[in-house]
């Protein structure tokens, strides 16, 4: 059946046609539709002008659900049964004696996805906007002749092995591994992102203590320029506060220390990287030991600062602000439901 683009593109298609001095039937024959229908339009046009072109109104199927319970479907979409958590298609189509079809069409409608859930966490540090403004200064206004490392640990890197070997990706065959592992031990990999060009200085080790902290440091002491500041953005944790590791870096003065804000770690771009690496190597591999785990990471390392991949980021710090308060304010709603 055709759309109404195509039935107005068509109409407007046979005025044309008349107005160039065809007669009833060659518009229709040239237009493909019966004479008939060629009457119909051009007394139309002549009688109501452009507005008689458009369909007349009341035509069609009534609707077959009511606007009460059109109205039950979607306020209650939000509002699960007791025991529940949400609803689903047939839960409600039940609840309100209507089809499942007719459920999923008024939900699409109305972009209501009762089965999706997005994370979020908003931080309750005091001194948000201070250490927001400090990183975001960073990355849009970064120091002349001076280092920004964005750093962190990922922590507890899995050696997993599968006990059985999938079967690889091929043409109408999706690649396959088996639920079941065996677990070899955890590493922890510490890594500094470069921001101004993307390169990965980086150390792994067994625990995850302020020593391994302070030996990561010293790598970035020895593996950086004599005498050139370094800024490093990093989270709160423990053992990046720790006596030993402060007294050490009293001794460096070049270092300068950029905390984020608790509970925001979507603000130090090395957490960016680390997501490449999880999906690239770490998730989808299978180790049959730490050492082989190590492996595979250094030689991802290696190849990346070959060709090093910078993040450069683009969101002004007023943008996000307003974006987080307006997260604040919904939550504020959301409590008093």
Not at 36 to 50: A, E, N, P
Not at 65 to 75: D, G, N
Not at 106 to 111: F, G, V
Not at 123 to 151: H, M, R
Request: aromatic content about 8%; glycine content about 6%; charged content about 25%.
């Amino acid at each position: 059946m055709p759309t109404t683009v195509q039935r107005s593109a068509q109409r407007a298609r046979i005025l044309l046609a008349c107005a160039g001095g065809l007669s009833q039937e060659e518009v229709a024959r040239q237009v493909g539709v019966r004479r008939r229908i060629v009457t119909k339009w051009c007394g139309r046009f002549r009688k109501l002008g452009l507005a008689g072109l458009a369909d007349a109104g009341g035509r069609g199927c009534k609707p077959s659900v009511s606007e009460e319970t059109r109205a039950l479907i979607l306020t209650q979409a939000t509002r699960p049964p007791k025991g529940r958590t949400r609803h689903s298609v047939r839960s409600m189509a039940r609840r309100a004696g209507v089809s499942v079809g007719t459920v999923h069409a008024l939900w699409q409608a109305n972009d209501i996805k009762p089965h999706l859930t997005r994370t979020f966490k908003l931080s309750n540090d005091p001194q948000f906007e201070t250490k927001f403004w400090d990183v975001i200064g960073l990355y849009l206004n970064p120091p002349d002749k001076a280092l920004v490392l964005c750093c962190d640990e990922k922590s507890q890197c899995q050696a997993l092995e599968r006990t059985q070997p999938g079967l690889p990706l091929g043409l109408g065959h999706i690649r396959t591994r088996t639920h079941d592992y065996i677990r070899h031990g955890t590493v922890t990999l510490f890594a500094a992102l470069s921001y101004l060009d993307g390169k990965i200085l980086s150390r792994t080790a067994e625990q995850h203590t302020h020593k391994e902290w302070l030996a990561f440091l010293k790598v970035i002491d020895r593996e950086t320029p004599l005498g050139q500041a370094i800024h490093l953005i990093m989270d709160n944790y423990a053992t990046h506060k720790h006596p030993t590791v402060k007294s050490w870096l009293a001794r460096h003065p070049r270092f300068h220390l950029h905390f984020t804000p608790t509970s925001s770690s979507w603000l130090n771009l090395v957490e960016r990287f680390f997501r490449d690496l999880t999906q690239d190597v770490v998730r989808e591999g299978s180790f049959g030991s730490v050492r082989e785990l190590v492996g595979a990471m250094e030689t991802y390392l290696a190849e990346r600062n070959l060709a090093p991949k910078r993040y450069v980021w683009k969101k002004k710090g007023a943008e996000i602000l307003a974006k987080i308060a307006k997260a604040r304010a919904a939550q504020a709603v959301a409590s008093q439901l």
